[in-house]
């Protein structure tokens, strides 16, 4: 099915440079800033959870080529390091700027500070709106999609408990 445009349509003065626009977006968008994903020892007596919740994200779902966005929230038990507080939003950055699907989204984020880390263990959760089912298809904005990540000591369920908790707060 040929998707036909009405005439005129880029036509207008705001729609001219609108094709150049885009590709300049989608450009910076693909490429974002390189990092270096530093850590650094684990301070002494230091065992507890540390989480960072509600990192905003924006993404596009790789069916639609339709935006999806939220937030993340990660939780992780050090084992010997610990990173930069901003590094973990950089990662999601990092991670969510390509056309995909969420589930792998989650897993993609807990994969990478899990390899980084080297956690006892790892939680990522994920609550998105997809505009491809805000927008067109069903048509129900507000809705929320969310997805999880587990590894190490948070399949345990007193663990996976207080972190969801700790981010409903």
């Not at 150049?20 to 230091?46: A, D, L, M, S, Y």
């Not at 994200?57 to 930069?84: A, Q, T």
């Amino acid at each position: 099915m040929k998707v036909e445009y009405p005439d005129g349509l880029f036509s207008e003065e705001e729609l001219i440079n609108t094709p150049k626009r885009h590709q300049k977006f989608i450009n910076e968008w693909i490429n974002p800033e390189e990092f270096k994903f530093t850590t650094f020892p684990k301070p002494e007596g230091v065992d507890q959870m540390i989480i960072i919740k509600d990192i905003p994200f924006y993404s596009m779902c790789s069916h639609h080529l339709i935006p999806f966005f939220g937030k993340c929230h990660v939780g992780y038990i050090p084992n010997e390091r610990i990173c930069g507080l901003s590094k973990i939003p950089r990662v999601i950055d990092l991670l969510a700027n390509k056309p995909q699907i969420q589930e792998k989204l989650t897993q993609e984020v807990a994969d990478f500070l899990s390899n980084e880390l080297k956690p006892l263990g790892l939680m990522v959760v994920i609550e998105a709106e997809h505009l491809c089912m805000s927008m067109r298809g069903i048509q129900k904005p507000g809705h929320r999609t969310i997805t999880n990540a587990i590894k190490g000591i948070f399949t345990t369920q007193s663990a996976r408990e207080e972190f969801l908790c700790m981010i409903k707060q």
